[in-house]
């Protein structure tokens, strides 16, 4: 069974300065890996995703990921934070299923940000 | 291009009663899930639609049920409605060919079960 685990559920960041959420999943393969953001009351905005190749992905908004797959991580960095980065944000993993290009997503339980200016 | 619609946006609704959820998906998108996220947790899969077939389901249970159409879009209907489905239920389409894409997700509809 595939699974995320968000060690942190609450991160206060000075705005300008760097930030970077945990991530570490859980799956049997090679895992489809996704960073959402969300802003209270409103649905998921994609800021980037894995899927094969380059460890390194670049996102919107300034924001990377990086895949290790050695410590099961995808963990997200920012260099310098603004204070609309202030939301609650999702990794999750995917995977193939039944001729779909893609099954369920698996989502952790979150990290909200917060940014004192 | 209109992403992913989701209506109603908000909903109250009595215990017991049903209630159905309407998504259009992304243009180009076939395949329809839908998610549902309490308060302070993340997105949880109920289901996943593509050629009006459910594909896919999550731990939830036979209250739970969908539909979807010819155009792709899709409904999810919960009966005997309980307090605990108090919820964000969101919609996410995606094309069912062509990696690369992912998952969009509409804004949502908040439901209270009072």
């Known amino acids: 069974a595939q699974s995320v685990t968000q060690p942190d559920i609450h991160i206060t960041v000075s705005e300008g300065a760097s930030l970077e959420l945990r991530c570490n999943y859980s799956y049997g393969a090679t895992p489809y890996l996704f960073w959402y953001v969300q802003s209270p009351g409103q649905g998921l905005q994609l800021l980037l995703k894995?899927?094969?190749?380059?460890?390194l992905v670049q996102g919107i908004k300034g924001f990377e990921a990086e895949f290790k797959r050695s410590q099961s991580s995808f963990n997200l960095r920012k260099p310098s934070v603004h204070w609309s980065d202030a939301a609650e944000y999702f990794c999750?993993?995917?995977?193939?299923?039944?001729?779909?290009?893609?099954?369920?997503?698996?989502f952790g339980q979150g990290t909200i940000l917060t940014v004192h200016p | 291009d209109a992403g992913v619609t989701q209506s109603p946006t908000h909903l109250i609704k009595t215990r017991g009663q049903q209630v159905t959820l309407r998504c259009s998906p992304k243009s180009g998108h076939d395949t329809v899930s839908w998610y549902q996220q309490a308060l302070g947790q993340g997105p949880q899969f109920i289901f996943q639609y593509y050629e009006e077939e459910e594909r896919q389901r999550g731990n939830f249970p036979d209250r739970f049920s969908g539909h979807q159409f010819p155009n792709y879009s899709s409904e999810l209907n919960v009966n005997a409605l309980l307090l605990g489905d108090s919820a964000l239920y969101l919609c996410?389409?995606?094309?069912?060919?062509?990696?690369?894409?992912?998952?969009?997700f509409g804004s949502g509809t908040r439901l209270t079960v009072v």
């Open positions: 996410a389409s995606s094309p069912r060919q062509g990696g690369g894409y992912g998952y969009t």
């Open positions: 894995y899927f094969s190749g380059d460890t």
């Open positions: 999750a993993v995917g995977a193939r299923a039944g001729g779909t290009s893609y099954g369920k997503l698996t």
